[in-house]
């Protein structure tokens, strides 16, 4: 099936960025199949260059996509938090990336027809 947006998280970016990452491989064949527009968050922005602090030329070919519209990123919203917080309850009993991806792809339903976690469509 394919989606017309899908919502991308961290570890997926910093995957396809970093060659030294175990997921490189599947974050790059995601990325050269993906027709999506590829939309993520601001968190998610301050996370990859976070987790990319050491290599700073793969923070700058980030910042590169960013600034050429590869990727397109929602607001989070003041009443989102709300919602951020009654997933982080429900899920509270994963491991976190777990749970964070279980929380995302739940917030995000209603806007997004997709998500997208370590190159896996749901």
């Not at 050269?32 to 590829?38: D, G, H, N, T, V």
Request: charged letters at 20%; glycine letters at 2%; one cysteine or more.
């Amino acid at each position: 099936m394919t989606y017309s947006e899908i919502l991308v998280d961290t570890s997926l970016i910093v995957a396809y960025y970093d060659v030294e990452d175990k997921y490189h491989d599947q974050a790059c064949n995601f990325f050269a199949s993906c027709s999506s527009k590829l939309v993520t968050t601001i968190p998610c922005f301050t996370e990859v260059m976070w987790l990319l602090a050491s290599k700073t030329q793969l923070q700058n070919n980030f910042l590169f996509a960013v600034a050429n519209k590869i990727y397109e990123y929602e607001p989070l919203l003041l009443e989102d938090f709300t919602r951020i917080a009654e997933l982080n309850a429900q899920y509270a009993d994963l491991p976190g990336d777990e749970c964070r991806f279980i929380a995302n792809c739940d917030f995000r339903t209603s806007r997004y027809c997709g998500y997208c976690y370590f190159g896996q469509r749901f």
